[in-house]
């Protein structure tokens, strides 16, 4: 399920200091985010805040709720954890340390749990804390309770209609709803009602915030999901909201390139490339092109002769390689290619990548290789 994103607050600083670390603490009684600061700015003033105070609870939780909003969970687990051990009877120390704690990848059925109790607590203390509601609306989504977690996102919704955070997690609980469908006999005109949910509430909040580019992301991957091309102008309202972001880039040429837009698929790789030239999908997807599209072999290998120097556990690029070389009847590389590919551990493949894939590339890789042994 997706994570949440929580919105930051004004620091209250109550503590004086000397030296280098005075100047970003003067006037400390009404110290205010700066409103056009980004996160590494934000992180180096409350850093020089805290190297001067490390018991700042209020600079603690500040830090930690920018992380959250950044996605930055390690550092939020840090400081949350540490303002709620200097004050456990804080309801906002509370809050953001179950906020945390819900957020960290490696969560445990007693997480959920111990963050709940927390939640609750907080919301019984403070009626109206719509982003307590959704954190726990949160936790029981992850415990599969949607009954639970709707009854707490429409509290929080009767609170504030457009709260970002409430919006977002029904999307993702009807997501995830469709996905446990998808397939089952019986199923599937629910399973669709479910996306068609997730898709009009991800709309709504792009009405609301037509600033966030995350849920432009997430309408374009429900909508491919449906091969439906429209995804395509999601991605690029993304893009163009954070043109830096080569992961949007991708998302936005891997659909130009679904989508028959291979030119176009082909700049947008470009331009990751130049962003990051070690970014080895860029390749690989165009060297897919070359090959499947125009027919342009050479290119295609160039490609992912690049892939296999960045990555050499890219099974992808091997496979592709040695169908390219025994298609040029080069069939002492091929087999070279197929064995590279069927060297690689599963737990060396790509992160992105799953094991059934995973397995099913090797699969044929084996098979192509004894077409070519039989020809030998």
Known sequence: MKNLLFSC??????????????????????????????????????????????????????????????????????????????????????????LSIINQGNRTVSDISRAQSYLQSVVQNESQNVKAMVGLANTYALQQDFDEARIWINKALQQAPKFFDAHVLKGSMYKVLSAALNGEDGSQKLSQIYMDSAINTYARVSQYYPDRPEIYIELGILLQQMNNPRCMDHFLSAVQLEPGNIDYKYALAYAYGLFGKERMAMQVYKEMQELDSLYSEAYCQMGQIYQKKYGELDSALNMYREVVAIDPSHIDAYVNMGVIYAEKKAYTRALKSYSKALSILPEDRGPFMPLSTFIENQNLAREYAAEIKGKL
């Open 9 to 98: 607050s004004l620091i209250i600083v109550l503590f004086a200091c000397v030296g280098e670390a005075e100047k970003a603490v003067e006037s400390i009684d009404s110290l205010n985010v700066v409103s056009d600061e980004s996160y590494a700015e934000s992180k180096t003033r409350l850093n020089k805040i805290l190297e001067a105070s490390p018991d700042s609870i209020s600079a603690l939780l500040e830090s930690a709720s920018l992380a959250l909003d950044n996605y930055d969970y390690a550092l939020a687990y840090s400081n949350a954890a540490r303002a709620f051990r200097l004050d456990s009877s804080s309801n906002r120390a509370r809050m953001m340390y179950a």
